[in-house]
């Protein structure tokens, strides 16, 4: 057997620390390699965390962001929001991913804009992202939804060049003259003369007077939102009200004469309150006129597509057969309903008919 020399082992030790640093910068090169991948962040909704100190938490919009037509998903998503404002956890910071919303409307929009303000009356800041979706960004820019926020990046508010709008109105009083003003656009947008458009505005009345009366007993608490979005032949108009919902009001108001009726039914107590079934108990004429009057201007056909989300129920006015009841309640009103130039046409000739 061969001894080792001293040069042996010299040649040895100089391969063994060779093989150690050829090692050491594979696995450094590798490191590297996988921090350059692109990182997808946030990539689940994170639990109540502390950063900086400050507690923190994520919130991921779903998919079919779209009041309209997938009522359970944006009811879920605000109950999570409604869940923060109600537990006295201590959040200060909530960031709302939207990045995975690829259908977006402006129920939702209003929906969510209400629940921020309440956010920001209990000092909870928010921030979040647009959708990746291009057309779901667009939605969102054009609605009047940005108005009142800043790009954190360029310190900016948003540009856009349309005339929708959404009025975060007042929580204990109506503002009559915002109201009368937009109604007056959105009819010159539809037939090119600026005018009053009664129905419309009754209804809008009618709508916050219910907000102001049977919403929280806190004023500070009352929040509701009016909306115009104008398309080229149609403008929508939506009202969000976050009170009580109608049917929390009506079960207390009439517990009596749903009890004798036998109504079970959430749909059919709240249809048959829009079609003044149930009277007051000091028979005062003057009294509960407002869904009806509501009800009336829809089956004139003075306006259009009028949809009521309130608590679990979805009614809708045009199409009963989409009417349902709802997993996910909704503490407050939502109004839906479009204005055309024919609802315009019909109710300027109504006398006419009567002749």
Known sequence: MKKKTINHSRWWHISHKYRLRKAKQKAKNLRIARNCRKKTKYRRERERHIHNGVVQQTLFAPKYFALLQYPENVLSFIRKIEKILLDNSGVKIVRFELCNVSAIDIGAICLFLSKLNELSKKNIRSWGTFPDDERCKKIIVDSG??????????????????????????????????????????????TGIED???????????????????????????????????????????????????????????????????????????????????ESRTKDPNRNKGLPKIYNTSQNKHIENLIVITNNVFLDFENPQNSKILKNKFKGTFYFWTLNKECIERWRSRFTKLQ
């Open 145 to 190: 939804f940005l108005d009142r926020m800043k790009d954190v990046v360029k310190k900016a508010t948003f540009p856009r060049n349309n005339k929708n709008l959404i009025l975060n109105r007042g929580f204990d009083r109506t503002d009559n003259a915002a109201t009368a003003r937009e109604i007056r656009k959105a009819v010159q947008h539809l």
């Open 196 to 278: 009053n458009y009664k129905p419309i505005y009754s209804i809008a009345q009618e709508i916050c007077a219910n907000s102001v009366e049977h919403a929280n007993e806190d004023k500070q608490k009352k929040n509701w939102l009016f909306s115009t979005s104008y398309m080229e032949d149609k403008v929508i108009f939506t009202m969000t009200d976050i009170g009580e919902g109608i049917l929390k009001t009506i079960r207390r108001k009439f517990f009596k004469q749903i009890q004798d009726s036998m109504l079970n039914d959430s749909k059919e107590i709240l249809l048959n309150a829009f079609e003044k079934q149930y």
